[in-house]
């Protein structure tokens, strides 16, 4: 069984240490997912219901919370009441080191009680903490704290243990509203789509709860107001601001047929629509929850934090043991000593380096989300600043994707209605856009096909009256056996002239020829153009012809042109770049493209806002059609590197400072806390940048 828990006190490696621990070894559990920004752990275990796991994390301090979610009421109250007594336990432990210093007592009875009372105000938490790591044979910076503190009491330090306590406190309460505000990126997704839809029920309109409304029913919105949910127009014009979903600044028209997204918002004028996506299932939903699962995913940096971390801290832990008792056996005083071990364990914290890491990452998922590019997880953030080179399909992604048939040759006397008529019934059944066009170019009825097969990469085939006929480029007419001389002639100029062809044949010749013109998107040319000026190359894969895809691509301003590719050609491609050293982008369809998509280092999904597949295939779903995403990406990709090193560079350079300091007698117990906590600010200040990143290939 697979259980989820959403635990509150869970902000910290600390807390997930503890879990591993006492969880991690009773036989029934078997396997452990943490989420740190979205504080939920999943378990896969073999007990009959949950209460055993609930049971031990109480046990632990750290209760599954099965209803108070995010900003509740119940929620807000605790932390009010623990600021206020942090609040008033940083006021007396300030107030015992003015006493302490203007009296020269630091062991007076008023400093003795001020300390108690701010350990006792800011420091319950932690002391819980700690002993429940010695419970669970844990070496945490909770237990660390806690030895630093009664350390500082037993060589009689009583307000710098006080100041210690608390300022140890604020540092975990920053620590958990970084996180807040990382989690805060991502719930502000969940409050696009308004909780009421106006919905027609036995003519008339009433507002319900969107959750109540079925797919098939009729909603309309008003200008102003955002759109519920996911449909398709029924009646009515206007302009919708898609940019919650796709990242497009500029609104688009609707009108009747015309797709609507869930969080969108509705310019002037009225529409009605059908409803296509329900709630929680709605293009809306699946972005959140693809942003969220990509929060609970790991990127490379935090793994090796992680894993350094755990290193780390029992290291500094047994050189503070060595700085303790060493000097002593050499006739060395013990006291200072000691003092500077207790510096040492409280520099062991690795908060800012922990921390750091996942509010960078989840605050670029977030940022990307805004733009309308979608990534799967910080691993996939971070790889695109690793690519060299980038691969293209034509159809939709250079060119608009919306061909038109611009010639029918009709050949060997067969009609031209009937090879239109016969072209359209076969393509019927297909989305390719090339279909589209090949059905669009008879207005005429459809007759019924058996045995329908399509030939990936190729085109398709199937029966009437007995016949078998095929439909699909020039190499199907080839590998047929089927091609001549004549149809040489026909299909040469349309070859020259830039067109791709679409040929219908039968068992022995080719019926008709179609010309088929796609236009180059207005935006491919700047996108190729970002993408040179990143130092990337630009490679088009194409089925299409030799000419066409040469035209195309001299247009847009490719580097290598392939053409006449079929899926496994687009994926040797792929693998033999990736073997050369390149690291490549693909961006494909997710469909005809997914050994390509899945062999690269990063596959990309153009206009993916109403497509299921492309956000289940690609690693990055662009979600509109614009491929200036691509370099967009790519620059918030590097955007998140550089700040990843600025930031573990920074908490390191902190830490081995004040291991300096601390060996020197200079630093003090208060100062390695307040460094810490400045580090922690520092970090999280610098990695929430990125939430406010816009037009990123400017």
């Known amino acids: ?399 608009h994707g919306e061909p038109k048939v611009t010639k029918v040759v009709a050949l060997h006397d067969h009609h031209e209605d009937l090879v239109k008529q016969l072209a359209a019934s076969l393509d019927s059944t297909s989305a390719h856009p090339i279909a589209k066009a090949i059905i669009a170019s008879w207005s005429g009825s459809l007759i019924k096909i058996d045995n329908f097969e399509s030939l990936t990469g190729r085109g398709v085939t199937g029966i009437f009256e007995g016949n078998v006929f095929y439909l699909g480029n020039h190499r199907l007419i080839e590998e047929k056996g089927i091609c001549c001389d004549h149809v040489h002639d026909a299909i040469e100029p349309i070859e020259k002239a830039g067109q791709s062809l679409v040929l219908l044949a039968n068992a022995k010749e080719v019926m008709g020829v179609f010309a088929v013109s796609d236009t180059v998107r207005n935006d491919s040319t700047e996108a190729v153009r970002r993408l040179h000026d990143l130092g990337l190359k630009v490679v088009m894969l194409t089925g299409d012809n030799q000419a066409t895809a040469q035209s195309i691509g001299r247009q847009v301003g490719i580097d290598v042109i392939k053409f006449e590719m079929l899926p496994e050609h687009k994926l040797e491609v792929v693998r033999q770049a990736e073997a050369s050293g390149e690291h490549v982008g693909m961006v494909g369809d997710g469909v005809n493209d997914a050994p390509a998509l899945a062999a690269s280092t990063v596959g990309f999904a153009m206009g993916a806002a109403g497509t299921d597949t492309a956000i289940e295939t690609a690693d990055v779903a662009l979600m509109d059609d614009d491929l200036r995403k691509l370099p967009e990406y790519i620059v918030l990709s590097r955007k998140t590197s550089t700040i990843l090193k600025q930031n573990i560079t920074f908490a390191l350079m902190v830490k081995f400072a004040f291991f300096a300091l601390a060996l020197s007698g200079t630093a003090t117990l208060w100062m390695a806390v307040f460094a810490d906590l400045g580090a922690s600010l520092i970090v999280v200040a610098n990695g929430l940048r990125l939430r406010r990143l816009s037009n990123l290939a400017d």
């Open 1 to 399: 069984m697979i259980s989820q828990f959403r635990i509150d006190g869970m902000d910290c490696s600390s807390e997930e240490q503890v879990i591993r621990n006492h969880l991690g070894k009773k036989a029934e559990i078997e396997g452990l997912e943490f989420d740190l920004v979205n504080r939920t752990l999943t378990v896969n275990h073999r007990y009959a219901s949950e209460e055993p796991i609930r049971s031990m994390l109480k046990a632990i301090g750290l209760p599954a919370d099965a209803e108070c979610t995010v900003g509740c009421e119940h929620e807000q109250k605790g932390l009010e009441r623990s600021d206020l007594f942090l609040g008033v336990g940083l006021a007396l432990a300030i107030l015992a080191e003015v006493v302490a210093f203007t009296t020269g007592n630091e062991r007076s009875l008023p400093v003795l009680g001020m300390a108690l009372g701010a350990i006792a105000l800011g420091g319950i938490t932690t002391f819980k903490k700690g002993l429940v790591a010695i419970k669970t044979v844990t070496l945490n910076i909770n237990l660390l704290m806690c030895i630093a503190v009664i350390g500082a009491f037993a060589i009689g330090s009583y307000p710098e243990a006080a100041m210690v306590t608390v300022l140890f406190a604020i540092a975990e309460r920053i620590e958990s509203f970084a996180l807040d505000r990382a989690r805060n990126a991502v719930r502000s997704l969940m409050t696009l789509a308004p909780e009421t839809a106006l919905l027609s029920r036995e003519n008339t309109w009433a507002e319900v709860q969107a959750s109540e409304v079925l797919v098939g029913e009729m909603v309309r919105v008003r200008p102003g107001d955002r759109i519920p949910l996911d449909g398709i127009v029924l009646s009515g014009q206007s302009t919708v601001n898609q940019a919650p979903i796709t990242g497009e600044s500029v609104p688009v028209s609707k009108v009747a047929g015309d797709t609507l997204f869930a969080g969108t918002i509705n310019g002037e004028g009225v529409l009605e629509f059908k409803v296509s996506g329900i709630k929680g299932n709605t293009t809306l939903d699946r972005i959140i929850k693809t942003v969220q699962e990509a929060q609970g995913s790991r990127a490379p940096t935090q793994r090796f934090i992680d894993s350094f971390a755990r290193y780390y801290t029992p290291a500094v832990v047994v050189i503070a043991l060595l700085v303790a008792v060493t000097p002593t056996l050499f006739g060395q005083p013990f006291l200072p000593w000691l003092y500077k071990a207790l510096v040492l364990l409280v520099i062991a914290c690795p908060c800012a380096l922990v921390i750091s890491t996942p509010v960078t990452v989840v605050s670029g998922l977030a940022a990307a989300a805004k733009l309308g590019i979608l990534i799967k997880g910080g691993a996939h953030l971070e790889s695109g600043r690793k690519l060299t080179l980038i691969a293209l399909d034509k159809t939709g992604t250079l060119t």
